[in-house]
Protein backbone atom coordinates (compact mmCIF):
# COMPACT_ATOMS: atom_id res chain seq x y z
CA UNK A 1 0.00 0.00 0.00
CA UNK A 2 1.24 3.68 -1.02
CA UNK A 3 0.80 6.55 0.92
CA UNK A 4 0.35 9.89 -1.42
CA UNK A 5 0.29 13.20 0.07
CA UNK A 6 -0.97 16.10 -2.49
CA UNK A 7 1.05 19.96 -2.10
CA UNK A 8 0.75 22.73 -4.58
CA UNK A 9 -2.28 24.27 -4.62
CA UNK A 10 -3.06 28.15 -3.78
CA UNK A 11 -4.77 31.11 -4.80
CA UNK A 12 -4.27 32.32 -8.26
CA UNK A 13 -6.38 34.42 -10.89
CA UNK A 14 -7.52 34.03 -13.61
CA UNK A 15 -4.64 32.77 -16.53
CA UNK A 16 -2.34 32.07 -13.89
CA UNK A 17 -0.61 28.83 -13.55
CA UNK A 18 0.26 26.77 -10.43
CA UNK A 19 1.69 22.96 -10.21
CA UNK A 20 0.43 20.38 -7.92
CA UNK A 21 2.63 17.30 -6.32
CA UNK A 22 1.96 14.19 -5.55
CA UNK A 23 4.92 12.13 -2.87
CA UNK A 24 4.39 8.51 -2.54
CA UNK A 25 5.78 7.24 0.47
CA UNK A 26 6.70 4.26 -1.84
CA UNK A 27 7.13 3.65 -5.41
CA UNK A 28 4.55 4.72 -7.79
CA UNK A 29 5.36 1.71 -9.84
CA UNK A 30 3.36 -0.35 -7.20
CA UNK A 31 0.19 1.33 -9.52
CA UNK A 32 -0.08 0.46 -13.39
CA UNK A 33 -1.04 4.28 -13.81
CA UNK A 34 -1.87 7.59 -11.32
CA UNK A 35 -4.68 9.89 -11.90
CA UNK A 36 -5.49 13.49 -11.00
CA UNK A 37 -8.97 14.56 -9.99
CA UNK A 38 -10.77 17.54 -8.74
CA UNK A 39 -13.62 18.18 -6.55
CA UNK A 40 -15.73 21.48 -6.06
CA UNK A 41 -18.19 21.61 -3.76
CA UNK A 42 -21.40 20.42 -4.21
CA UNK A 43 -19.97 18.46 -7.19
CA UNK A 44 -18.65 14.74 -7.56
CA UNK A 45 -15.43 14.24 -7.70
CA UNK A 46 -14.21 13.98 -11.20
CA UNK A 47 -11.13 12.80 -13.19
CA UNK A 48 -8.85 15.38 -14.72
CA UNK A 49 -5.79 13.59 -15.91
CA UNK A 50 -4.33 9.99 -15.54
CA UNK A 51 -0.69 9.07 -16.55
CA UNK A 52 0.02 5.31 -17.43
CA UNK A 53 3.46 4.50 -16.01
CA UNK A 54 6.23 5.16 -17.92
CA UNK A 55 3.74 5.33 -20.41
CA UNK A 56 1.11 7.64 -21.65
CA UNK A 57 -0.98 10.12 -20.76
CA UNK A 58 -4.93 11.24 -21.12
CA UNK A 59 -6.47 14.34 -20.41
CA UNK A 60 -10.30 15.44 -19.06
CA UNK A 61 -11.39 17.42 -22.17
CA UNK A 62 -12.16 20.14 -19.83
CA UNK A 63 -8.47 20.61 -19.45
CA UNK A 64 -6.85 18.98 -22.33
CA UNK A 65 -4.36 21.50 -23.68
CA UNK A 66 -3.86 23.70 -19.88
CA UNK A 67 -2.67 20.87 -17.75
CA UNK A 68 0.02 18.30 -18.00
CA UNK A 69 0.58 15.73 -15.53
CA UNK A 70 4.01 13.93 -15.45
CA UNK A 71 6.10 11.99 -12.66
CA UNK A 72 9.45 12.24 -11.56
CA UNK A 73 10.27 8.41 -11.03
CA UNK A 74 13.36 8.30 -9.13
CA UNK A 75 11.29 10.86 -6.40
CA UNK A 76 8.03 8.91 -6.22
CA UNK A 77 6.39 12.39 -7.16
CA UNK A 78 3.60 12.86 -9.94
CA UNK A 79 2.89 16.45 -11.15
CA UNK A 80 -0.01 18.25 -12.26
CA UNK A 81 1.26 21.43 -14.36
CA UNK A 82 -1.68 23.56 -14.40
CA UNK A 83 -1.89 26.63 -16.68
CA UNK A 84 -4.79 28.88 -18.25
CA UNK A 85 -6.52 28.37 -15.29
CA UNK A 86 -10.21 29.32 -15.02
CA UNK A 87 -12.81 29.93 -12.19
CA UNK A 88 -14.51 26.43 -13.29
CA UNK A 89 -11.18 24.41 -12.16
CA UNK A 90 -11.78 25.99 -8.83
CA UNK A 91 -11.79 22.42 -6.41
CA UNK A 92 -9.43 20.52 -4.05
CA UNK A 93 -7.55 18.07 -6.16
CA UNK A 94 -6.94 14.36 -5.22
CA UNK A 95 -4.01 12.20 -6.72
CA UNK A 96 -4.53 8.36 -6.56
CA UNK A 97 -3.30 4.85 -8.12
CA UNK A 98 -5.04 2.84 -10.15
CA UNK A 99 -5.70 1.11 -13.28
CA UNK A 100 -7.10 1.85 -16.73
CA UNK A 101 -10.02 -1.36 -16.99
CA UNK A 102 -11.85 -1.58 -20.03
CA UNK A 103 -10.98 2.09 -21.31
CA UNK A 104 -11.68 3.51 -17.94
CA UNK A 105 -9.41 4.36 -15.13
CA UNK A 106 -10.22 2.75 -12.04
CA UNK A 107 -9.12 4.61 -8.48
CA UNK A 108 -8.01 2.26 -6.08
CA UNK A 109 -10.27 3.16 -2.56
CA UNK A 110 -7.93 5.15 -0.28
CA UNK A 111 -8.23 9.18 -0.71
CA UNK A 112 -5.39 11.48 0.63
CA UNK A 113 -6.77 15.15 1.91
CA UNK A 114 -6.25 16.69 -1.28
CA UNK A 115 -4.97 20.31 -1.90
CA UNK A 116 -7.43 23.44 -2.58
CA UNK A 117 -6.83 25.56 -5.61
CA UNK A 118 -8.86 28.65 -5.84
CA UNK A 119 -9.21 30.56 -9.32
CA UNK A 120 -10.26 33.85 -9.01
CA UNK A 121 -11.86 36.51 -11.63
Known amino acids: QVQLVESGGGLVQTGGSLRLSCVASGSIFSFSAMGWYRQAPGKRRELVAT???????NYADSVKGRFTISADYAKNTVYLQMNSLKPEDTAVYYCNGGRHLAGVFVPYDSWGQGTQVTVSS
Open 51 to 57: LTIGSST
